[in-house]
């Protein structure tokens, strides 16, 4: 199983980004999302899919970013839009298998939004 994110890069405040994460080699079902790691601060969630198909984003992300996938080419997407200084991060591609709960972890993209 792998996980290819591509689209990061840097952007000035207010500005927009769109991340891909490529996934292969998943043959069962299973859950996506994005996370995101700023320097000195835990991982988070940023947005993602639930178990039942649900979205859930980050309180501060919400109404800005939009996660989206394309099922049928295993790539999934978060649009990211009116973009802040904080919005800084390594932003990293997760899935997890639904069946074995087994976790995968892309290689990280970095966003850099500048004031």
């Known amino acids: 199983v792998q996980l290819q994110a591509s689209g990061g890069g840097l952007v000035r405040a207010g500005g927009s980004l769109s991340l891909s994460c490529a996934a292969s080699?998943?043959?069962?079902?299973?859950?996506m999302a994005w996370y995101r790691q700023a320097p000195g601060k835990q991982r988070e969630l940023v947005a993602g899919f639930n178990f039942n198909g649900s979205i859930a984003y980050l309180n501060s992300v919400k109404g800005r970013f939009a996660i989206s996938r394309d099922s049928a080419k295993d790539i999934l997407y978060l649009r990211m839009n009116e973009l802040k200084p904080e919005d800084t991060a390594v932003y990293y591609c997760y899935a997890i298998q639904i069946i074995s709960r087994k976790e995968y972890w892309g290689q990280g993209t970095q966003v850099t939004v500048s004031s």
């Open positions: 080699g998943m043959n069962l079902g299973y859950r």
